[in-house]
């Protein structure tokens, strides 16, 4: 978030909720973005639903001015691209984690990013211990973390090597060693989760870009100072990283690219790929008569609420129960109109504002939301017919 003072706040827990910590926050809050999971964009409507909640809370109840939400993947280009202007068009983003291992591929434009294609693999084990071994080499420095990795590259080639200490942790029964050996049995299934997830994204990327020496490879996640990490890294690409190698980001990093976007010194439009209008009734001259509503224009922003004349659009429900929604849809601007037929259950009659929230596929998902207060309801357009559901458009 952006206010009138300079400068990052140290991350808080938010047990109560994240509008707590904005009311409590010391300086005025000028614009807000959210940072969420890779797989709040999916097609699907459960990850609208969560930043619909969000919304709710920020918005509705709050009056905070939330400006929009980001893939995480995106924040993390977006601090990790302080050379944004430079000749290397893409971000491969790899975020390590101990529940989690997701690598996402991010197009650069000018201070503009945007995502292409993301791919996750779960994480199998206990990361108590590979948590605590990467803090310990973050925090003390880089000469340990060098001499760590050096040990562990020969550990993996020389098994001599395996019973030398490399770290040492307190645990419920008292103080442990962790030899070359045991560190790096327990990165494996990291390691392996990190294989699988890169190899997966090369196999959905669409034909142009695809992860290469000429892509800036960033490095996130709670495991991305383990030793054993950037060796991970390099061994899921097909092709050399070439120098200065992968770039370590900050524990934070997708909290402070979101700062960056909220700045504004990074962009991460949310531009819809597709036009949709939505069917309504108008009396004239005390007649009904039909019109189209524009809810997106191909190329323009996603509104999250849809505005006319400033103010945000009001539509009034009918009172019969089961009634269909339409939306008129042509895909990427292009060739001819098409009619989806939405149901309406759960949703009383009355006036609703109408939002949306983009995905990473497909058309989105319209959002009704009742103006005098209320559970929204959501309802998820799908998309293109023989589109894939993995791949986004760059720049979306």
Do not use: K
């Not at 614009?31 to 918005?59: K, M, N, T």
């Not at 030398?164 to 392996?192: K, L, N, Q, W, Y």
């Not at 819809?272 to 209008?277: G, I, V």
């Not at 007649?287 to 224009?297: C, F, G, K, Q, Y």
């Amino acid at each position: 978030m952006t206010g009138d003072t300079d400068g990052d706040r140290p991350p808080e827990f938010a047990p109560r909720g994240l509008g707590e910590i904005l009311r409590r926050a010391p300086e005025r809050v000028e614009s807000l973005v959210l940072a969420v999971p890779d797989s709040w964009f999916d097609g699907d409507g459960d990850g609208a639903a969560r930043r619909e909640a969000l919304h709710g809370e920020l918005v509705a109840q709050r009056g905070f001015p939330l400006r929009q939400f980001v893939p995480q993947t995106v924040a993390a280009a977006a601090c990790g691209a302080q050379d944004l202007p430079a000749a290397c068009p893409d971000r491969l983003v790899l975020r390590i984690g101990t529940d989690e291992v997701g690598a996402g591929l991010c197009r650069v434009s000018g201070p503009s990013v945007g995502l292409v294609a993301t791919e996750s693999r779960p994480v199998s084990g206990d990361g108590a211990e590979l948590v605590a071994l990467a803090r310990a080499h973050r925090d003390a420095g880089s000469d340990r973390g060098r001499r760590a990795a050096l040990l562990l590259a020969r550990a993996r080639t020389f098994p001599r090597y395996r019973a030398a200490p490399v770290h040492a942790c307190e645990t419920a029964e008292g103080r442990r060693t962790m030899t070359a050996g045991a560190v790096i049995d327990d990165f494996e299934s990291v390691a392996e989760a990190l294989r699988a997830t890169v190899t997966g994204l090369l196999d959905r990327c669409p034909p142009g870009p695809r992860p290469s020496a000429e892509h800036r490879v960033l490095v996130s996640g709670d495991l991305n100072a383990h030793p054993l990490a950037l060796v991970a890294v390099r061994d899921s690409l097909r092709d050399p990283v070439p120098e200065p190698g992968p770039q370590v980001l900050d524990p934070h990093a997708t909290a402070l690219g979101a700062l960056r976007i909220a700045q504004g010194a990074v962009r991460a439009p949310e531009t819809a790929r597709h036009s949709l209008s939505l069917f309504a009734h108008r009396l004239r001259r005390g007649r009904p008569a039909e019109v189209r509503i524009p809810l997106t224009v191909t190329g323009a922003a996603v509104p999250m609420t849809v505005t006319a004349g400033g103010e945000p659009l009001t539509v009034d429900m009918p009172t019969a129960s089961g009634f269909r929604l339409g939306i008129d849809v042509q895909e990427y601007g292009q060739g001819p109109y098409r009619v989806l037929e939405l149901p309406c259950p759960g949703l009383p009659a009355g006036s609703v504002h109408v939002g949306l929230h983009p995905a990473g596929t497909g058309f989105g998902v319209l959002v009704l939301r009742p103006v005098g207060g209320g559970e929204s309801v959501l309802l998820p357009l799908g998309g293109p017919v023989g589109r894939g559901v993995t791949t986004t458009e760059a720049g979306r």
